[in-house]
């Protein structure tokens, strides 16, 4: 049902390279590029931009929003968390279980973006 989503940055090359070794773990490559935005996928299905804000203004992130990304299994949630934050990302919640079969771990990007890297099952 999600085409994509995006995520803002004041610092788009710095975010590209922090995205591109991130969202590798998860098999996310770039896809679509323009001036201002640079989109990742895995072949097919869903897409997340980052981008500098159409509007040109300062890019910042939203109180209760959040990106989740999907992992094939626990130990890529670990392994994607780990790189997150060794590339700088802030901890938001250690990898682990959160009610029944949700395994997730939430970080934030160089410009505070939440994420969520989750496996279900």
């Known amino acids: 049902m999600i085409g994509y989503a995006t995520v803002g940055s004041n610092d788009l090359e710095k975010a590209k390279t922090f995205y591109d070794v991130v969202l590798a773990e998860l098999g996310g490559k770039r896809t679509m590029t323009m001036d201002r935005m640079q989109g ?6 869903a897409m997340l931009a980052v981008c500098r804000p159409y509007d040109e203004q300062t890019a910042t992130c939203g109180n209760g929003t959040m990106v989740a990304l999907a992992a094939p299994s626990r ?26 079969a949700f395994y997730g771990a939430y970080f934030r990007d160089l410009d505070g973006n939440k994420l969520c890297v989750f496996n279900m099952g």
């Open 40 to 45: 990742y996928g895995s072949g097919g299905g």
């Open 75 to 100: 130990e890529l949630v670990d392994k994607t968390y780990a790189t997150a934050l060794a590339n700088g990302a802030t901890d938001e919640g250690a990898p682990g279980l959160r009610g029944g």
